[in-house]
């Protein structure tokens, strides 16, 4: 007997069966390939192998990164369990979430420096949201702290800037941690998607709510991020490899004021990171610090092997100013709060050269 290398591409929607009998049979066993918005192989192929990653019982790929963070606080807020905390410096897509929808619990805001202090003085059945590592600045929670000072708590992580190659946040104590796979899971910048691992109930009630809003993953998508996965510990090494080496160049260039990536000693979360993230890699995301905005606009327009896009994670390098994209829904005091500063600037290495995309960058600073 042979088997193919690769899952197979299953696009069927529908799943037939012998006899009246035994569909209804399949039914009674809460068998779910049984219609692609319930479960599909090669859905299930790419979950598989998510959720050994993660360690977790299993793992639902959804639509896209933002459907799997509201199935996981849904999830997380069934049977009365609340209020939901969620850390100020999550995805702009996450902050989005929270004010558009009417939530049934209240939800509070906190900040990574006051994470642990503000778990300790939440009731039992708070649900806690948070991300690992956080854009632009790169910051690392103490998550291990988090699940001490709030053991009662369900904890939920986006851990999409470190990916599963990284970190596995359900060691360190969460309860279920979500990616959007259209970052470094996926890897090459075409493909859209989002991942949810998590054990027992909490996976249960998240299969349910999958099916019952719908954004499955479409079988073509789940094979394209399957194929991503084969590379991604390579991918993840190499990027955070050249994050580094950029981030020591530029921590010494004359016209940069500041560079935040947790691989520099000067980083307030470097120790964490140097412990919490598989051989002291801390991703491929870094961002620095020029004069002004126009020292930043001009340094944007000069790169030629960055190319100017929002996202991370794939193959390709990108550069973005978080003052005007990411961040431009805060005002200039909010920002500064956040510690985006008007001549930041992020950048997302991809798996080019790392000293060309040096060369480049010294080139475009000047
Ligand atoms: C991109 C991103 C998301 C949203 O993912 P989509 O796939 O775009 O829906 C969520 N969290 C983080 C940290 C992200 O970078």
């Not at 799943?15 to 009246?20: G, K, R, V």
């Not at 918005?37 to 896209?64: I, K």
Request: contains cysteine.
């Amino acid at each position: 007997m042979s088997r193919p290398v690769v899952p197979p591409l299953v696009l069927s929607s529908t799943f037939s069966f012998d006899s009246a009998g035994d569909m209804a049979a399949a039914v009674q066993s809460k068998d779910r390939m049984l219609y692609t918005r319930w479960s599909n192989p090669t859905v299930e192929a790419l979950e598989a192998d998510v959720a050994e990653r993660e360690g977790a019982e299993g793992c639902l790929a959804t639509s896209s990164g933002v459907s799997a963070i509201h199935i996981a606080m849904l999830a997380a807020l069934a049977d009365g369990a609340g209020p939901l905390a969620v850390q100020n410096e999550v995805y702009g897509g996450t902050h989005e979430l929270l004010t558009t929808l009417r939530w049934p619990v209240d939800v509070i805001r906190f900040g990574l420096n006051e994470a642990v202090d503000v778990a300790r003085s939440l009731p039992a059945g708070a649900v806690i949201f948070c991300e690992l590592p956080t854009n632009p600045l790169v910051r690392v929670l103490d998550l291990q702290g988090l699940r001490r000072a709030a053991p009662g708590a369900t904890i939920l992580v986006d851990a999409t800037f470190a990916s599963p190659s990284l970190v596995q946040p359900m060691a360190l104590g969460a309860d279920a941690v979500v990616h959007s796979a259209t970052k470094y899971l996926g890897g090459h910048h075409d493909v859209v998607g989002g991942v949810l691992s998590a054990n027992g109930d909490l996976l249960q009630r998240a299969w349910h709510l999958r099916k019952v809003l719908g954004p499955t993953l479409d079988p073509s998508a789940a094979y394209r991020l399957w194929r991503g996965l084969r590379t991604l510990d390579l991918r993840v090494t190499q990027q955070s490899r050249s994050a580094a080496l950029l981030a020591s160049r530029l921590a010494e260039h004359p016209s940069v004021v500041a560079v935040h990536h947790p691989s520099r000693p000067d980083h307030p979360d470097h120790a964490r990171a140097a412990a919490m993230f598989r051989d002291g890699l801390c991703g491929g995301v870094l961002s620095f610090e020029v004069a002004d905005a126009a020292a930043a606009a001009a340094v944007i327009d000069r790169v030629q092997r960055f190319e100017i896009a929002a996202s991370l994670g794939g193959v390709t390098s990108l550069i973005t100013w978080p003052a005007g994209v990411t961040h431009v829904q805060l005002n200039p005091a909010e920002r500064a709060e956040a510690g985006i500063s008007d001549g930041l600037l992020r950048l997302a290495v991809g798996v080019e050269d790392a000293e060309g995309l040096w060369a480049d960058l010294a080139g475009a600073l000047g």
